[in-house]
């Protein structure tokens, strides 16, 4: 299970690697010469990429969460930051950015029946998000691959996730069109405190309960105006 004392690692390396970065980028740049983008100028002054958007609930899901994504793309390599609260503890929230979709997250439009329940599966949403561009891993792989690998997403109803991944050409470019949608899912449909069936299987992985991979929060990456 993923712990706090891991993730806390991984920020640091990231911020390590930054360090480095602004280092370099001292050397290149005149100081106060390029752009800000606040903590990490470095990556401005290379023409970094910014994209940011409020995550919030997917309706019908019956989620009370709220949360907030932003990336920092320079060549094929980002700084994801992923905060979240109000989402059910104790239980893996796979994440993602979504890409080559219409670049928006699902209305109550999109819910379908599941189980007696009118919800929004990740099938049901598609169309909105698309597909799984990067998996937002703690550790370890992060291609579509790793969707659902439960044992490498955070786990708390509360966290800051933030790590230095390498984003495919496909999923730079959907960044760079403000269509990438960065998706958090696991819900608690029934208010029980914990993942059931009260919506069925899942349509991904029958071995999980939907309520497992349902998208609970959903935000576009908008891309930050460069000047
Ligand atoms: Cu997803």
């Known amino acids: 299970m993923l712990t706090i004392k891991r993730a806390g690692a991984i920020a640091a390396a990231a911020t390590a690697s930054l360090a480095l970065a602004a280092g370099a980028a001292t050397a290149v740049a005149p100081s106060g010469s390029g752009p800000s983008f606040g903590a990490f100028g470095a990556f401005g002054a290379f023409g970094a990429a910014q994209a940011g958007g409020t995550l919030l609930p997917v309706p019908t899901n019956h989620v009370r969460a709220i949360g907030h994504a932003s990336v920092s793309v320079v060549g094929d390599t980002a700084l994801v930051t992923v905060d979240a609260t109000g989402l059910l503890d104790g239980v893996p929230h796979a994440m993602h950015i979504h890409i080559d979709g219409a670049g928006t997250c699902p209305t109550a439009a999109a819910a379908r029946d599941h189980n007696g329940h009118k919800t929004i599966n990740v099938a049901d949403a598609m169309a909105n998000y698309g597909m799984i561009g990067t998996s937002l891993t703690t550790s370890g792989d992060s291609s579509p691959a790793s969707g659902l690998a439960v044992d490498r997403f955070p786990a708390h109803g509360t966290f800051h996730y933030q790590r230095l991944l390498h984003l495919s050409?496909?999923?730079?470019?959907?960044?760079?069109?403000?269509?990438?949608?960065?998706?958090?899912?696991g819900i608690d449909y029934n208010h029980n405190g914990t993942y059931d069936g009260v919506l069925g299987a899942s349509e991904l992985d029958p071995s999980?309960?939907?309520?497992?991979?349902?998208?609970?929060?959903?935000?576009?990456?908008?891309?930050?105006?460069?000047g």
């Open 208 to 226: 999980l309960p939907a309520e497992a991979t349902d998208p609970a929060l959903c935000g576009t990456l908008h891309p930050a105006g460069l």
């Open 169 to 185: 050409a496909d999923t730079v470019a959907n960044v760079k069109a403000g269509k990438a949608v960065v998706v958090v899912h």
